[in-house]
């Protein structure tokens, strides 16, 4: 390009004002405001005069200018926290939010969190009263505690636990218990952060309940059982079982705390349930709301009154404390889990692990006609996929899945998962070899839809 055609183009680029007085751009001065649409002007007329000083022989008319700054506010309005398709087969996906919230549990939000709500006061005495009311009886009855208290995590639960019960003191914990959980939870490092000294007894593989007995002294605080959820040790393995703990801890007055993690109220093969836990006697026990409970995130404490109380008063436990939010969401969660039978069609993580794999073939077979009669540029197949329940719970264990396979045609497979994840919606499927897939288990009803337009939208752009 000669200096003369530059130094036209450049001339042809408008200011940001008369940039502003234009059709089009007026437009969308009405839908994001003047002072977005002023910053993307002048954001896109820098943009475009450094292409044509680069070189590029770009010809600024007003529809080209127009569609630049739309472009540039439909990034800056999106969400970026936006919703996604999830088709890894990955049901409690810690990346994408864990659990799906069930849709009652929305509507429940939707309706107390559109205006004021009863957060904290009393309708009888129109005085303050406490925002656990609204869980913590549903908490009792479903577990069989005699107290309940949420916070913010089940780290914050952890923490909370072992430094309102042992501050100063010691925790014994069994080497083969000492997890990590995925985003820097490691049991040692909390329960040190608890301001708690950590004693760890028996071995990797073998640990006694005389190995508890021994180290406890004066000093002991609190005894800590974590469940190993992401992992499993076997082979040539001893532990005491939960009642022997508790059984112990009675005997010399020391708490004896279980952390879950997963926590399921209903039966996961291999996890622990809360009320089977509850059952032992244990003082205190600890779990997430957002893995296998299938609700939102949050921190779930149940146990003896005397210690929950405690844990209730500790001056930390404002810092951890839940928003109204979360409260909604989980008192509308555990009323669904006051029917039982119901809660594994209604709570989309149950729904998702229980479907049988002949209804997970169905919906692949007519998903992969559906694509077919599209003629995309993909070879179109249904394959076996495997999913896992994921949220580092019962680790190993492989759930068996079906799932849509598109062999690579004009691009590769990982730049066809790349053109999905970054489209409108975002989606995320697998890739093995040079097939992209999509797991039927974890998609959504209506998320065939969500795919296909995409597809389209991207076979139209190669
Ligand atoms: C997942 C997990 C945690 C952490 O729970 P968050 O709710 O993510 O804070 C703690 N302990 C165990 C055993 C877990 O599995």
Not at 257 to 285: C, H, K, L, N, R
Not at 434 to 450: A, K, S, W, Y
């Amino acid at each position: 390009m000669d200096e003369e055609r530059r130094r036209d183009l450049l001339s042809r680029l408008v200011q940001v004002d008369g940039a502003l007085r234009q059709p089009a751009i007026t437009a969308l001065v009405a839908r994001y405001g003047r002072a977005a649409v002023t910053e993307a002007v002048r954001e896109s007329l820098q943009s475009l005069r450094e292409k044509i000083l680069a070189g590029a022989d770009v010809e600024v008319t007003e529809q080209l200018l127009a569609d630049v700054v739309a472009a540039s506010l439909d990034r800056v309005f999106s969400p970026s926290l936006c919703r996604v398709v999830n088709a890894t087969g990955i049901i409690i996906h810690t990346g994408l939010g864990r659990a799906v919230i069930p849709r009652e549990c929305l509507d429940a939000l939707e309706e107390a969190a559109s205006g004021y709500c009863l957060l904290e006061m009393s309708r009888e005495s129109g005085k303050r009263s406490h925002r656990m009311e609204h869980v913590e009886e549903l908490l009792t009855r479903i577990t069989g505690a005699e107290a309940a208290h949420v916070v913010n995590n089940d780290a914050a639960a952890v923490m909370l636990a072992l430094g309102t019960l042992a501050p100063e003191k010691e925790a014994i914990c069994s080497r083969a218990e000492q997890v990590e959980i995925g985003g820097s939870f490691r049991l040692p490092e909390i329960i040190t952060a608890s301001g708690v000294k950590l004693v760890d007894v028996g071995t990797t593989n073998r640990t006694y309940i005389s190995d508890y007995e021994n180290a406890i002294n004066e000093n002991t605080g609190v005894i800590i059982k974590a469940h190993t959820s992401n992992y499993r040790i076997i082979g040539y393995v001893a532990r005491p079982r939960l009642e022997e703990l508790v059984e112990v801890g009675r005997r010399h007055g020391v708490p004896v705390v279980y952390d879950i993690g997963s926590g399921a109220f209903v039966g996961f093969s291999g996890e622990p349930i809360v009320q089977d836990a509850v059952a032992t006697g244990v003082d205190v026990v600890s779990f997430s709301g957002d893995k296998l409970l299938g609700g939102t995130q949050s921190g779930i404490i149940v146990g003896k009154k005397e210690h929950v109380y405690r844990i209730k008063k500790n001056p930390l436990a404002r810092a951890v404390r839940v928003g109204k939010m979360t409260l909604v969401l989980l008192e509308a969660l555990l009323k669904i889990y006051l029917d039982p039978d119901s809660a594994g069609e209604r709570i989309p993580a149950l729904a998702m692990h229980r479907t049988p794999l002949e209804d997970v073939a169905r919906r692949a077979r007519s998903f992969a006609r559906r694509i077919k009669r599209e003629k995309l540029p993909w070879s179109v197949e249904v394959v076996e996929s495997v999913s896992e329940l994921g949220g580092g719970s019962t680790p190993g264990e492989e759930i068996p899945s079906m799932a849509v396979a598109l062999a690579a045609g004009p691009v590769t497979a990982d730049e066809l998962a790349r053109e999905l994840r970054t489209g409108k919606p975002c989606i995320f499927p697998y890739t093995r070899g040079n097939h992209v897939l999509f797991d039927l288990r974890t998609m959504l009803p209506g998320d065939e839809n969500l795919v296909i337009a995409s597809l389209k939208q991207i076979a139209a752009s190669v």
